[in-house]
């Protein structure tokens, strides 16, 4: 989730693509709810080739459209270590959830507010995990949660840019109308694809951030399905549309494992839904957890503020580099033919 954005993300993480954007046309397939000034159009008739069809639909499964309510996404899976000459391993759990509110913009476009919080788990026990054993380098290292507050965009009916993460991601895309992945699936359900593919300037450099850095540059990518049904994408009282859906990443070493520049990355494997009855049907420790955190993280966000970053640029602006014991060098990945992992002493 940086798509959280579950989500997180689930979100994907996306920022806004800026230009004008037509307001939502008054015809058939334009729902409203409620009444006087608290009308809230969108449009319901399922067109693949509408920009703003996709804008409303997506901005409806991606939180909810009606600003007095927020929605709550949960996500759970597992983190796995992928490293040459050896299986892939899985090394932690992952489990969390996001809060998102919306406003509607003048020009029918969509602000998404969103904080989001993701808690890694011991893979026995099942425990929330503040320290960690590393395998790969023999120590215990203090954990770091994702938490990200906020990671705002905006969703028009232009395909929106890729996030600049505080001006670390300098690509520039052409406007184009934003037109998803999206097919029929069985049993009256739809399926949506959508994903991201990044290499960008990190915020850990080496020369900073040795252990912390797993080189100059970032190489992300993230990908979801979403799978809703497609009555409620055609109800016209369904401000949120529920869904459930796979999320994966893959990232770079986490900061907090400490691996320095190692060859190799961390695969997010999780699945994802909507929680109807928001922070209470969550599990208790995890809602414990971020509590203990701040009380914010408990709410969606009310007003728009930023920058939105990911949990990489948050580590370099929150965290500080972690002393270089003498002769220290990354780990490497073992020789083919090599015994698996020794036990944990």
Same mark, same amino acid.
């Given at each position: ?208 951030? $040795?252990? =912390?850095?797993? *080189? +100059?540059?970032?190489?992300?990518? %993230? ?5 809703? !049904?497609? &009555?409620? @994408? ?66 969606? $966000?009310? =007003?728009?503020? *930023? +920058?939105?970053?990911?949990?990489? %640029? ?5 965290? !500080?580099? &972690?002393? @270089? ?21």
């Amino acid at each position: 989730m940086d798509e959280f954005k579950l989500s997180r993300r689930d979100s994907l993480g996306l920022a806004a693509l800026a230009g004008a954007v037509a307001a939502v046309p008054a015809a058939a397939g334009a729902a409203t709810r409620g009444s006087g000034k608290q009308k809230i159009p969108f449009i319901t008739k399922i067109d693949f080739k509408d920009p703003h069809w996709t804008r409303d639909t997506y901005a409806r499964i991606d939180a909810d459209l009606d600003p007095t309510k927020e929605k709550c996404g949960w996500i759970k899976g597992k983190a796995y270590g992928v490293r040459d000459n050896e299986k892939v391993r899985p090394l932690f759990g992952v489990e969390g959830f996001s809060l998102v509110r919306t406003k509607r913009l003048e020009d029918g476009s969509v602000r998404r507010m969103l904080r989001e919080v993701v808690f890694y788990r011991d893979l026995e026990t099942g425990k929330i995990l503040t320290e960690w054993f590393n395998p790969y380098t023999k120590e215990t290292v203090k954990v770091v949660p994702i938490a990200n507050d906020p990671f705002n965009f905006t969703i028009s009916a232009f395909q929106p840019e890729p996030p600049s993460y505080g001006g670390l991601q300098k690509v520039k895309t052409e406007p184009k109308p934003f037109l998803q992945d999206w097919e029929y699936g069985p049993d009256g359900t739809m399926i949506l694809h959508t994903g991201i593919d990044m290499i960008y300037p990190s915020a850990l450099q080496p020369d900073k951030w $040795p252990r =912390e850095s797993a *080189g +100059p540059m970032n190489r992300v990518s %993230e990908h979801f399905i979403y799978v809703v !049904k497609k &009555a409620d @994408v055609e109800n016209p009282n369904l401000t949120h549309i529920p869904h459930i859906g796979s999320w994966s990443r893959v990232t770079p070493w986490l900061p907090w494992m400490l691996m320095g520049q190692a060859p190799g990355n961390i695969s997010y494997f999780t699945h994802f839904q909507t929680i109807p009855e928001g922070v209470k049907g969550l599990p208790a420790d995890l809602v414990a957890a971020a509590r203990a955190m701040d009380e914010k993280w408990l709410h969606a $966000p009310t =007003e728009d503020y *930023g +920058p939105s970053l990911s949990s990489l %640029e948050n580590y370099a602006r929150e965290q !500080k580099p &972690a002393p @270089v014991p003498p002769g220290w060098s990354p780990p490497q990945p073992p020789a083919v033919g090599a015994a698996p992992f020794p036990p944990r002493p």
